[in-house]
């Protein structure tokens, strides 16, 4: 076998790549049907949902910063009379006249986008949003699933684990194994050639985050990727579906870009629609904070609603 080649499995879907003569083997799967991975966002009024069935549903929602449109586009049937600014901030306007507030919630997340794909059809990453806040972040992708979202919908792909049998101890003598981080990953979507997976509507600058898989768990606890940034937006929109009489005029914004240096979203706002004499962002406290896992109870999104509707109406 050449020390250039990886050599693909003749049976199509899943894969298996035998490595280089370096001894490196990566195994990939391509799992299950699309399906899995693929948020399906039916267009459902608000009244329909409740504040746990909206947090879980905007939890499998995925908002790459930079790259949020899908979201915000759901957003926008969600919110009847709302409007998506120059910026891409969806934006909602309560009452009129004095005082001019703004209540606001950042969407975006931490991510990922496809920064190359290789001659055998592999995609590498190159990671989207501020630095993160501890160095093994990365470290959730390796050997996870994850969503690339293609100019053709979304295309479900597993991130690459290193055989620890022809890898481990490759270093040298009494060195530690380079631990995993974004420059490692290697995602496998089922395409053996750079032409098969452009072919699935997938190129550089597509966005790719980890499958959203949002879980219910205990005494309402949600655990998902970014859980709090969005069970914090759905407290945010449940407040408005609870028409509450604004006092002055309140703009609602859901914002983008949050996560680049400037924060580009939400400094738009005031030279938009401002000036504003009081400005309120939306939080929550959360529990394994930036990881895959990270949990947010439902009884504080509770909490947050009925904080939001006496600000808004001035309480």
Same mark, same amino acid.
């Given at each position: 076998m050449?020390?250039? /080649?990886?050599?693909?499995?003749?049976?199509?879907?899943p894969r298996?790549?035998v490595?280089?003569?370096?001894?490196?083997v990566?195994?990939?799967?391509?799992?299950?049907s699309?399906s899995?991975?693929? $948020?399906a966002?039916?267009s459902?009024?608000?009244s329909?949902?409740?504040?746990?069935?909206?947090?879980?549903?905007?939890?499998s929602m995925t908002a790459?910063?930079?790259l949020?449109?899908?979201?915000?586009? $759901?957003? %926008?049937? !969600? %919110?009847?009379?709302?409007?998506r600014?120059?910026?891409g901030?969806?934006? !909602?306007t309560?009452g009129q006249?004095?005082p =001019?507030?703004?209540?606001?919630? *950042?969407?975006d997340?931490v991510?990922?986008?496809v920064?190359d794909i290789?001659g055998?059809?592999?995609? !590498?990453?190159?990671? @989207?949003?501020v630095r993160?806040?501890?160095? %093994?972040?990365?470290q959730q992708?390796?050997?996870?699933r994850?969503?690339?979202?293609?100019a053709?919908?979304?295309?479900p792909?597993?991130v690459?684990? =290193?055989?620890?049998h022809?890898?481990?101890?490759?270093t040298g003598?009494?060195?530690p194994?380079? @631990?995993?981080?974004?420059d490692n990953?290697f995602?496998d979507v089922?395409?053996?050639t750079a032409?098969?997976a452009?072919?699935?509507g997938?190129d @550089?600058?597509? *966005?790719v985050?980890l499958?959203?898989r949002p879980l219910s768990?205990?005494?309402r606890?949600?655990a998902?990727?970014g859980?709090?940034?969005r069970?914090?937006?759905a407290?945010l929109?449940?407040?408005?579906?609870a028409k *509450?009489?604004s =006092?002055g005029?309140?703009?609602?914004?859901?914002?983008?870009?949050?996560?680049?240096?400037?924060?580009?979203?939400?400094?738009?706002?005031? *030279?938009l629609?401002?000036?504003?004499?009081?400005t309120?962002?939306v939080?929550l406290?959360?529990?394994?904070?930036?990881?895959a896992?990270?949990?947010?109870?439902l009884?504080? /999104?509770?909490k %947050?609603?009925?904080?939001?509707?006496?600000?808004?109406e001035?309480?």
């Open positions: 050449s020390g250039s /080649v990886r050599r693909h499995s003749a049976v199509p879907g298996f790549s490595g280089t003569a370096t001894g490196t990566f195994s990939f799967w391509t799992f299950l699309t899995a991975f693929l $948020s966002i039916p459902i009024r608000l329909a949902q409740s504040v746990d069935q909206l947090a879980l549903r905007l939890a790459v910063t930079g949020e449109q899908a979201m915000t586009d $759901s957003l %926008l049937a !969600l %919110l009847p009379g709302s409007t600014d120059r910026a901030n969806v934006t !909602l309560l006249g004095a =001019k507030r703004l209540l606001q919630c *950042p969407l997340e991510g990922y986008v920064g290789t055998d059809g592999y995609l !590498l990453l190159r990671r @989207v949003g993160t806040t501890y160095p %093994l972040f990365d992708l390796e050997g996870h994850v969503t690339v979202f293609g053709r919908g979304a295309v792909g597993v690459a684990v =290193k055989s620890v022809l890898t481990r101890g490759r003598p009494g060195a194994d380079p @631990v995993f981080t974004v990953a995602v089922g395409a053996a032409a098969e452009r072919s699935l997938i @550089v600058l597509a *966005p985050s499958a959203k768990y205990g005494d606890l949600l998902a990727p859980a709090g940034r069970a914090a937006c407290a929109i449940a407040a408005v579906a *509450p009489r =006092k005029t309140v703009v609602v914004a859901l914002t983008v870009q949050s996560l680049y240096a400037g924060k580009a979203g939400v400094a738009s706002l005031n *030279p629609l401002g000036p504003f004499a009081e309120k962002t939080t406290p959360t529990r394994y904070t930036d990881t896992v990270e949990t947010v109870a009884a504080d /999104v509770d %947050l609603v009925r904080e939001m509707v006496q600000w808004v001035g309480r």
